[in-house]
């Protein structure tokens, strides 16, 4: 779940303790290109306060219509929008797709439910919520249950389900407080990764380099095991010191971190893997590191390099092929 995601569930659920009527759309099915992906969502209050997006601003006004008769009657809807309708059309659905969106209100078992799922987003800890299209309260299968293992639309007992999977929030962490970093961090909070900056050296690890960054000046050893390090967390060493990057990997080829990146040339990372092997690293794990960090785009200079970097951040966790890879297979 994006950062921006977390947030405006986590207002949902401050509105309902303030005693506003509530209502959460959410995009459950998607066809074709569509604006916002599977599980995007936008909040709505009585008032007709918004918070979100589940079609980039092309159908919001509809959903937000929508939203105030459920919260007036607590009967969730399905509304579905695509270039064929003549609604899409005229608020801007014209991208080619389909996207079906579930409207309901937030009533006392919903928003149990969704305080629960807010303190396990928050806590880093995955999970599934289930909510049955013919009406009835959402709930949180466990591991056991069989509507833990789906995504999206199903079909379980008899009854139509949507299964949102919620995980935590992107992270990446980077190893060094260095001038490319000060062009990464802003650059991944604007995409919904929250950026933590590990670096012993306070010179570089200062505040008025980093506005609004989260700067832990422990060295990696210390520091990473009480940050974590799990499947929703990229991390990249930036420093050319082996002191500070070293230990940095070697936790990270430990873990369940997605992307592990290096900087530095090939030269470099040949030295650098005979390092970690010397200390104790296996070679299919070593395997995992990136470098040279990045997309190779040809970026020159520590803005374009934090562009490559991001670029193939969004890549890794997308798990989407190139489009001349893409042609290749098709």
Known sequence: ??????????????????????????????????????????????????RGSVSAGCVEGDVISAALDVIADGTLRILEFGVADETAWRVGLSCGGRIAVLVQAVGAAAADVLAISNRWTAARRPHAIAIPLDGGDPNLPGMSDPLYAVRGVTLHDGRRWFVEWREPAPRLIVIGAVHIAQFLAPM????????????????????????????????????????????????????????????ALLLALASDCYYVGALGSRRTHARRIERLFAKGAKRDALARIRAPVGLDIGALGPAEIAVSVLGELIFERKRKPLRNEAQMTA
């Open 188 to 247: 991944a909070r604007l995409t919904g990764i929250e950026p933590v900056i590990v670096d012993p050296r306070d010179a570089y690890a200062a505040p008025d380099r980093f506005p609004g960054v989260h700067l832990d000046l422990r060295w990696p050893d210390e520091a990473l095991p009480e940050i974590g390090l799990d499947a929703s967390t990229a991390l990249v060493v930036l420093t050319h010191d082996p002191k500070i990057d070293d230990s």
């Open 1 to 50: 779940m994006a950062s921006d995601d977390a947030e405006i569930l986590l207002e949902a659920e401050r509105w309902r303790r303030e005693g506003r009527g509530v209502a959460i759309a959410t995009v459950i099915e998607t066809f074709g290109s569509a604006p916002r992906p599977v599980g995007s969502h936008l909040v709505v209050d009585d008032t007709g306060s918004f």
